[in-house]
């Protein structure tokens, strides 16, 4: 792939863009790439696969248009817990009145209704929480058994079929890949994406499982949305390739003033650990019928880029809104606004962590020194894996990552990550072509002129995955 010039992005932050019925054409999606979309999120909620296929089609086409690469992001459903059908249509539950959830496959009334998750009932104690319909509804078990739970009304409100459950106080014996899911995941990885998303992950050993069923063909990225999840944070971090903070599903499960806060960890623990973090949903919301953002969403966006994360994700904004295009240059400005305030590189810088104690975190570490000192026009990696590109993103230097592998996979990938413009390259067999190399690439993409300064990372010897340990300063 011949890497355009002209595509280069004059920001470190990235924008994720949800495709769907209003970005749905090739033309559509070149104009969300070219408003500033880097990657494109394809969610199996919705669609058919013959849809996503096309979808993704039209995406490798737009990439061999533009000359940059894409990445892609398909986002798996995940269990989808919901109560049965209702005799007389929708129920009125009231506060303080009892109603029962059962195993009995028979239509419901204003005093029960089936349930349809046995593992529901097997993990359920009395003084839980039973969310019904996002949270508008809340119930506390009473009294339970393995096929009944006998609640009462705490937050009352309509409650129609089909609705969904969430159950926040427990963790659920639930695999979090249906077998709906484990299609998916075939098909999108026989597509050929880069990441896969995962849902309603509650432990770390959920991980597992989409560990080995990938087997290595994408990365996979932990969508944060329940509480136990959040309590082993830190474990899940370490068993993901990335984390999305779906504040969405965590605003249903936990009360709303906790999720700014949960936010705030969560990009922390991906930036010390050198993994990359978006964060998702209703940022641009009232986009979505409206031109214009709200200044409370405005601020919510920079937010993210003032803590760091290295992607902030439009849903349905881009995927069904009326203004996708404009959108993505709204969320385009914002981060360009506030990288350019002299106040975000210190916020970055003081919530920088020291690394581990290995070569390539010592090789970063020192790259960051050498860049705060000197006028570097650009950072240059060589990566197979994208590990040398990644940890040069932790470390959030004042200069643009310029990341070369001869892997399209990899450049693809590097896509979601803080900081950097990868480029598909051959690769280099010594130190000499390495240098040649790095300084042909800065000039052809635009990041920097004769007499300019840059700093080449790279691991020996060549190709060896993730053995980052020369650090070289040369000329332009």
């Not at 975190?361 to 705060?372: K, L, R, T």
């Not at 000499?432 to 010897?461: K, N």
């Amino acid at each position: 792939m011949t890497a355009s010039r002209a595509q280069r992005r004059h920001r470190y932050a990235k924008i994720v863009a949800t495709l769907g019925p209003s970005s749905s054409t090739k033309e559509s999606i070149r104009a969300l790439f070219m408003a500033g979309v880097d990657v494109f999120r394809l969610n199996f909620s919705h669609g058919t696969h013959d849809q996503h296929r096309e979808r993704l089609a039209q995406i490798r086409d737009v990439e061999k248009e533009v000359g940059r690469p894409i990445g892609v992001l398909a986002d798996m459903q995940g269990p989808k817990l919901r109560v049965g059908t209702f005799s007389q249509g929708p129920v009125m539950l009231k506060p303080g009145s009892a109603f029962r959830f059962d195993l009995v496959d028979k239509a419901g009334d204003a005093t029960r209704v089936c349930l349809p998750h046995p593992e529901i009932f097997a993990a359920l104690e009395p003084d839980a929480s039973l969310l019904l319909d996002d949270g508008k509804i809340r119930l506390r078990v009473t009294r339970c058994g393995s096929d009944f739970a006998e609640t009462e009304v705490i937050v009352g409100g309509p409650l129609s079929e089909r609705k969904g459950v969430n159950v926040p106080d427990v963790v659920l014996p639930l695999s979090a890949l249906t077998a709906k899911d484990r299609r998916d995941l075939a098909f999108a990885l026989d597509l050929g994406v880069e990441w896969i998303a995962l849902s309603f992950v509650q432990r770390p050993d959920d991980l597992d499982e989409a560990r080995k069923l990938v087997g290595g063909r994408a990365g996979i990225l932990t969508k944060l949305e329940k509480p136990s999840a959040v309590e082993a944070l830190d474990d899940i971090v370490a068993k993901s390739d990335a984390v999305m903070v779906a504040r969405g599903d965590l605003g249903v499960e936990l009360p709303a003033e906790k999720v700014p806060g949960i936010q705030r960890r969560a990009v922390r623990a991906c930036r010390r650990a050198g993994k990359p973090v978006i964060v998702a949903t209703q940022m641009l919301e009232s986009m979505i019928n409206a031109p214009v953002p709200t200044r409370a969403e405005a601020s919510d966006v920079a937010t993210a880029i003032y803590h760091g994360a290295d992607a902030v994700m439009l849903s349905a904004e881009s995927a069904s809104g009326k203004y996708p295009v404009e959108a993505v240059r709204i969320m385009d400005r914002i981060i360009a606004e506030v990288e350019a305030d002299p106040y975000h590189r210190q916020v970055l810088e003081s919530l920088q962590t020291a690394g581990q104690p290995n070569y390539a975190d010592a090789i970063c570490a020192a790259m960051g020194a050498i860049v705060a000192m000197l006028p570097v026009a650009a950072i240059v990696t060589y990566t197979t894996s994208g590990s040398t590109s990644l940890r040069a993103a932790r470390e959030r230097p004042p200069a643009p990552i310029l990341s070369m592998t001869p892997s399209l996979a990899t450049a693809r990938r590097l896509a979601l990550v803080w900081g950097v413009h990868s480029v598909q390259t051959s690769d280099v067999a010594d130190v000499a072509e390495m240098v040649d190399g790095a300084l042909a690439c800065a000039r052809d993409q635009g990041f920097g002129t004769a007499g300019d300064t840059i700093v080449i990372s790279a691991g020996m010897p060549f190709g060896t995955p993730g053995a980052t340990n020369l650090l070289r300063i040369a000329k332009v």
